[in-house]
């Protein structure tokens, strides 16, 4: 008999359903919150350093301190399968936990706060695989490495970057305006036109809206259903998208300046930078359409 009670014991045994978050106690939880805990004390002079970079006037990164709420949004669209999918604690997050803290940790003592950034959705994602396992980390993958898009790069690199934009940008206008019969002519960032000179300085060149609206693409096109190679476009075809549209800004400016007189184009500057931004993502949206990505994602909608 006790042969028979014991071979009915283990069907029961092995059909036990792996934990979810659903079923997780109190008990369970401590690791997860001190290991929480310990990463935002580790990043507080860092998200300090973050948002007044975020809140300089012209900044780049105006649009980061939505970041968050979009990546938390996106976790509650996603919440039915993140609240059923099994749990596995991992030890490959090791792998990437103690890399990135160990270059935090360098960066700290070498006063580097872009860099400590960069490293922070890393160590979070390894803390995830760790904790909460690989099934796990696949469904927070995207919210997590969305966050990419609120860290603020180096000051050397952002100005490389600015200043070939605003070439770019500048070249763009001046061609612009002779097609349209201007006598255009352009000596570095300025555009020298027959009643006013035009500067495209570092918040004109177009390298604010780039990050924004690559930002919008990477979001639209991880919520839209389509072809693989046309969510991708949607992503590829920012860049030029962003440089046209600039350019079209700086021609914007420039005819006001031209025909209505300094004090009217720098009104026409202050507010020129949303019709443009609004613009390119009603191009993006309409671009995604064209590549067949026209549905947003039932497995997201329905959640």
Same mark, same amino acid.
């Given at each position: 008999?006790?042969?028979?009670?014991?071979?009915?014991?283990? #069907?029961?045994?092995?059909?036990? &359903?792996?934990?979810?978050?659903?079923?997780?106690? @109190?008990?369970?939880?401590?690791?997860?919150?001190?290991?929480?805990? =310990?990463?935002? @004390?580790?990043?507080?002079?860092?998200?300090?350093?973050?948002?007044? !970079?975020?809140?300089?006037?012209?900044?780049?990164?105006?649009?980061?301190?939505?970041?968050?709420?979009?990546?938390?949004?996106?976790?509650?669209?996603?919440?039915?399968?993140?609240? %059923?999918? #099994?749990?596995?604690? &991992?030890?490959?997050? $090791?792998?990437?936990?103690? #890399?990135?803290?160990?270059?935090?940790?360098?960066?700290? @003592?070498?006063?580097?706060?872009?860099?400590?950034?960069?490293?922070?959705?890393?160590?979070?994602?390894?803390?995830?695989?760790?904790?909460?396992?690989?099934?796990?980390?696949?469904? /927070?993958?995207?919210? *997590?490495?969305?966050?990419?898009?609120?860290?603020?790069?180096?000051?050397?690199?952002?100005?490389?970057?600015?200043?070939?934009?605003?070439?770019?940008?500048?070249?763009?206008?001046?061609?612009? =305006?002779?097609?349209?019969?201007?006598?255009?002519?352009?000596?570095?960032?300025? *555009?020298?036109? #027959?009643?006013? %000179?035009?500067?495209?300085?570092?918040?004109?060149?177009?390298?604010?809206?780039? *990050?924004?609206?690559?930002?919008?693409?990477?979001?639209? !096109?991880? /919520?839209?259903?389509?072809?693989?190679?046309?969510?991708?476009?949607?992503?590829?075809?920012?860049?030029?998208?962003?440089?046209? +549209?600039?350019?079209?800004?700086?021609?914007?400016?420039? =005819?006001?300046? %031209?025909?209505?007189?300094?004090?009217?184009?720098?009104?026409?500057?202050?507010? &020129?930078? $949303?019709?443009? +931004?609004? /613009?390119?993502?009603?191009?993006? &949206?309409?671009?995604?359409?064209?590549?067949?990505?026209?549905?947003?994602?039932?497995?997201?909608?329905?959640?």
């Amino acid at each position: 008999m006790e042969m028979v009670k014991d071979l009915s014991q283990k #069907p029961h045994e092995s059909s036990r &359903s792996e934990q979810t978050l659903q079923d997780l106690r @109190w008990p369970d939880l401590v690791p997860i919150a001190v290991a929480v805990m =310990l990463l935002l @004390w580790l990043y507080h002079r860092v998200f300090d350093y973050w948002y007044v !970079a975020w809140m300089m006037k012209e900044s780049y990164y105006s649009h980061a301190i939505l970041v968050p709420f979009i990546s938390g949004f996106i976790v509650w669209l996603k919440r039915k399968q993140v609240l %059923e999918t #099994p749990l596995r604690t &991992s030890a490959l997050g $090791y792998a990437i936990v103690l #890399p990135g803290l160990f270059v935090f940790l360098i960066m700290t @003592w070498a006063g580097g706060s872009s860099l400590q950034g960069l490293v922070f959705p890393f160590i979070l994602f390894g803390l995830v695989l760790t904790l909460l396992g690989p099934a796990m980390a696949r469904q /927070l993958r995207f919210p *997590i490495g969305y966050l990419f898009f609120m860290c603020v790069l180096p000051g050397d690199v952002l100005t490389k970057l600015s200043f070939r934009i605003q070439m770019i940008s500048t070249m763009g206008a001046t061609a612009a =305006l002779r097609l349209m019969g201007y006598d255009a002519a352009r000596e570095g960032a300025a *555009i020298n036109l #027959p009643n006013i %000179e035009v500067m495209v300085g570092a918040p004109c060149s177009g390298f604010r809206m780039l *990050i924004s609206l690559f930002a919008f693409a990477f979001l639209l !096109a991880y /919520l839209k259903e389509g072809p693989r190679w046309g969510r991708a476009s949607m992503i590829v075809v920012t860049l030029p998208l962003s440089i046209i +549209l600039n350019s079209l800004r700086v021609v914007m400016i420039a =005819l006001v300046g %031209e025909h209505y007189g300094s004090d009217a184009m720098h009104a026409f500057h202050d507010y &020129s930078g $949303y019709i443009v +931004l609004a /613009l390119a993502f009603v191009a993006l &949206s309409l671009f995604a359409r064209l590549v067949k990505c026209q549905k947003f994602s039932s497995m997201l909608v329905s959640s």
